[in-house]
């Protein structure tokens, strides 16, 4: 447990995934029960974990009286069920993350039927579908489906001690993800929206809004409008270049955009087609998308559909249907408009 600030405390947790060494869960102690932002994927290693550092330091987790979710991924949500049964404490998330807990984390066979649709429209072959559509799987037992007792919707503030956070609505990698921000003390709990060298997930997906790139960018930009002297994220390490780390990853995205376009050129292709032509991060000798495992391939397509639909959604391409398969291409010129 590391005390970045009085009164804050970050509790690194491991988590079972080789390309991500841990999520980092908050405590903020108050005089009235303290709060827990983040609770890290349900794994013996991780509860054990938790518990471990807070009596380490000789705190009894009983003054956690409030847990608050940055959004419903497995890693943030997924022991929270049980810490509230353990703390005895409530939960509180945002209302677009609590509308998924059910078709995401109990009944998924509607969801995952569906997501088999959408990876066919978007061009993933017949005898690479099955893998694809089902990537997400083993990813369910790392969670305690839970919902909040407390549901928000951004605006709010919640107080604990010295600290008044403004819950702030940012969408993108998630549709209801929250940061909580202190004003006075200039500090931001940024979840994954904003992290310190990695570039959150953001992808397109029936669980996503139309445009989740563009809302991404969008609430990058709202975000860059706060004074923020430190950011504490959902992984890596605590920072403070904050304004500099949102026009990095603007940045990156407006080159991901040029890539994918470079790929394209003047032809017609499908999103998956496109996944497989740029590069991807793990992709150390440039040897492309085939040589990711298939959570990460899935990921890499729902990022390049985001990437094509944020283009769309500015006139910069163009989209059609063909036997059922969607192709994007450069506008077309209106027949006899030159
Ligand atoms: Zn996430
Ligand atoms: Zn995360």
Redesign the pocket.
Known sequence: MIEVTPGIYRMPLPLPIPT?SH?NTYLVRGDNGSLLIDTGWNTKEAFDSLKKQLADDGIDGREISRIVVTHA?P??YGLAGELENLFGATLAFHHLEKDFIETRYVNMDELIQELGQWLHRNGVPPDRLAELQKASLPMLRFVTPTLPDTTLYGGETITCGDFNFEVLLTPGHAPGHICLYEPDKKMLFS??HLLPTITPHVGLHPQSSSNPLGDYLDSLKQLKKLEVDLVLP??EQPFTEFKDRIEGITLHHQLRNAEIMGALGHDSKTAFELTTEITWLHDVNGVGWYKLGNWDKRMAILETLAHLEAMRAKGELEKFNKDDIRYYRLPQKAEGNE
């Open positions: 991500l999520i991924h890693d943030h979840g994954d959902g992984h």
